[in-house]
């Protein structure tokens, strides 16, 4: 195997998991963990690559294969990362598994959400398309953005490429 | 030079043959009852065996930039998939601009929050984590079983989110 992908391959594969928990050390949110994990593979590999290069290791379409394979890896990460993290169905097991059984669905929805009800994950999800710039609130309303627009035209053709109704 | 144009040439050809191949199995257009999962899973296996045939049959190209190409094209086609499958403001952008662009939170809710909920219980019931009885719903063996490793994974990590953004 080449040593530069190798580096990339292994960087990704093993240290940034490591980095991942070593970061739970902090008092970070764990968008801003991810961030800084993949910023420090993607630096730790560029200063590795800029030593092989040096010795004449490295030839320009390295540096190529090596960020591809580290963005593969990181993007099928960040899938893991935020099902854990921010997973609406697993979040519905834990709180299911915590209370055992609950009397209705209503009920089960709200040991999920609290006291304010499933209007909660309504408004905490619509904080991230606010928080992208897809869209803005105006008198309790959402209205999407020029951009928002746009988003949602290629959305819906990539969700009609894979034949999902939504 | 020519070689790094072919690797990546073929590199594009077998991303596009996986991402049509996925689509067209997801889509049933090729009848299989394979999960959506599995299919990625199957037609990744499929592209990268190619690229190992015609790297042995001594094609001239550079193997591992074609190989990152393809395993890019691959994560990315599965990180496109997982994100328009079932996310909750995916389907809120989309309800927003099918409603002629503004919304109110209360059709939200009723639209798509609760309905994603129900259809959520169902694919727990489905999947023998969670028991359907008397109106009401219960964990089974099974799924507080995997609860288990979850809470262990989420504590190794320290994660304390409570799957609010």
Known sequence: MDISIATAMGLSIFLFPLLLFVSGKFKWVPGLRFKIASLLIYTIWCLINLILEQQGNVIGWRWLAGGLCISAVLLVSFMFWSVLCWGYTLSMLLCLAENHSVDSQKHWEDLYAGPEGIRKLTTNRIGVLIALRFAFIEKGQLILTKFGELSAVIIQTGSSLFGIAS | ?165
Request: with cysteine.
């Open chain 2, 1 to 165: 030079m020519k070689e790094q144009i072919v690797s990546l040439i073929i590199g594009s050809i077998l991303t596009a043959f996986h991402i049509v191949w996925v689509i067209a199995m997801i889509r049933k257009i090729i009848p299989n009852k394979f999960s959506s999962m599995l299919i990625h899973v199957l037609s990744a296996i499929c592209t990268l065996s190619i690229l190992l045939v015609l790297w042995i049959t001594d094609v001239n190209f550079y193997f591992w930039l074609a190989f990152s190409v393809i395993l890019f094209g691959i994560s990315g086609c599965l990180f496109v998939f997982g994100a328009v499958y079932k996310s909750l403001s995916i389907r809120f952008l989309l309800m927003t601009k099918a409603q002629g662009k503004l919304v109110s939170f209360d059709l939200l809710d009723v639209l798509i929050t609760k309905v994603s909920f129900a259809e959520r219980t169902n694919i727990l019931c489905n999947m023998g984590l969670a028991i359907k009885e008397k109106g009401g719903y219960r964990i089974s063996k099974k799924g507080l079983r995997v609860a288990k490793r979850i809470v262990w994974l989420r504590k190794l990590f320290r994660i304390k989110t409570t799957g609010l953004y």
